[in-house]
């Protein structure tokens, strides 16, 4: 079964870490100096927070899925969503081992999928995003 997933970064990681645990009247499943996440059975959600210097606000949303199959039938919706999908592969990211790839809807909010496949210890790299990944990957065309 899929899970939506929320990513949001903050400026004051234990202050948000203080709100979120009285939202969803729970501790967080995983809580690092830069990272919080909370696995949520109702709403199904993983819902997890990070201080990395970025802006705040929401930083990107996803479809976290539980097997391979599921990957990949939600791979194929995205190439049918009319953008660019960018294979990320396997790799580390939010002190977990994933695999996953990244689109951008119509109003430029960024998407992954993703396979959870073990955990990590560090971070990993930052996201590679989908505006990046196009911005670096399309020429720019000017009128």
């Not at 899929?2 to 939202?23: A, G, M, N």
């Not at 059975?41 to 930083?59: C, H, K, L, W, Y």
């Not at 990244?102 to 999928?113: A, F, K, L, N, Y």
């Amino acid at each position: 079964m899929k899970r939506l997933h929320v990513h949001i970064s903050v400026k004051d990681l234990s202050t948000s870490i203080r709100f979120y645990r009285e939202l969803f009247n729970t501790e967080p499943v995983v809580t690092k100096d830069d990272y919080a996440k909370w696995m949520l059975e109702d709403p199904r959600v993983n819902f997890a927070i990070s201080q990395r210097n970025r802006a705040t606000g929401v930083d990107h949303l996803g479809i976290q899925v539980e097997d391979r199959a599921e990957l990949s039938e939600v791979y194929e919706r995205l190439k049918r969503a009319e953008g660019p999908v960018i294979e990320e592969g396997e790799t580390t990211c939010c002190y977990a081992q994933s695999e996953k790839s990244w689109i951008e809807d119509p109003q430029g909010v960024e998407w992954e999928t993703f396979l959870t496949t073990g955990e990590s210890t560090v971070y990993g790299t930052d996201v590679i995003t989908a505006r990046a990944a196009k911005a670096c990957c399309t020429p720019n065309r000017t009128p």
